[in-house]
């Protein structure tokens, strides 16, 4: 990645990704930019990903709303080949990717309650799907460790088909808002809807947005 590498978010605008990574869609196809890519944040462009101008007449704030989000992180422990495990998540970070259900069904049941069961699964899927989460909303501890996030090393944006942007080792110009969120990967919103802006709150799952 190019130190000049960065995300800046412009008021009210679309997220400028300067010197930008390779970028995907969500079927892995790259999508081609230029020394500088606007990508739209409001939902309303015609030529998403990219800002198209339409934010302006759309009356789209990038303002966040604090007040309507519990910024609260949620413990579930259980013992999983002989050591104490215990997998944190925080709400107001997923961006409901579904990675977690998918990859260890036995361990994460949105349906049932605790939704998280770790005693269900194995050290390899926790694992699994703490590395897949896009957003960072899940990290694991063994033992008596801090809670740790899992990633890999590439540096990429992808888009999310109906959803945000999933970003991997790109620095963002923003403060970070969400218990435990990381830097290496986190999600930013694409349908202006997140009350947790310039992140993803899940919004565009709860509403049903399309692109």
């Known amino acids: 990645m190019s130190a000049e590498t960065k995300i800046v978010l412009r008021e ?42 339409s934010h302006g007449d759309s009356g789209f704030s990038s303002a966040p709303d604090h007040s309507e989000i519990r910024n609260a992180a949620l413990t579930y422990k ?19 990717a579904g990675e977690c259900a998918r990859r260890a069904g036995n361990v994460f049941k949105p349906a049932e309650k605790p939704w998280i ?7 390899a899927e926790i694992m699994d799907v703490m590395a897949a989460c ?3 909303a899940l990290r694991v501890s063994l033992g008596g460790q801090v809670p740790q996030h899992l990633t890999t090393g590439d540096v990429e944006i992808r888009v999310e088909k109906n959803g945000p942007y999933h970003v ?34 899940g919004t565009h799952y709860e509403e049903g947005w399309e692109e």
């Open 12 to 53: 009210d605008g679309p997220l400028v990704v300067m010197a930008p990574p390779v970028l995907k869609a969500h079927a892995g196809a790259e999508i081609e930019t230029g020394d500088v890519a606007a990508l739209c944040r409001c939902g309303a462009s015609g030529n998403k990903p990219f800002c198209d101008g």
């Open 78 to 96: 259980g013992e999983i080949e002989g050591q104490d495990v215990t997998i944190s998540y925080t709400p107001v970070l997923c961006s409901h």
């Open 117 to 123: 069961q770790p005693e269900g699964g194995t050290l």
């Open 134 to 136: 896009p957003s960072g």
């Open 168 to 201: 991997r080792n790109v620095a963002l110009d923003a403060e970070f808002n969400g218990v435990g969120a990381s830097r290496a990967k986190y999600v930013l919103c694409r349908c202006g809807l997140s009350k947790n802006k310039p992140f993803c709150d």
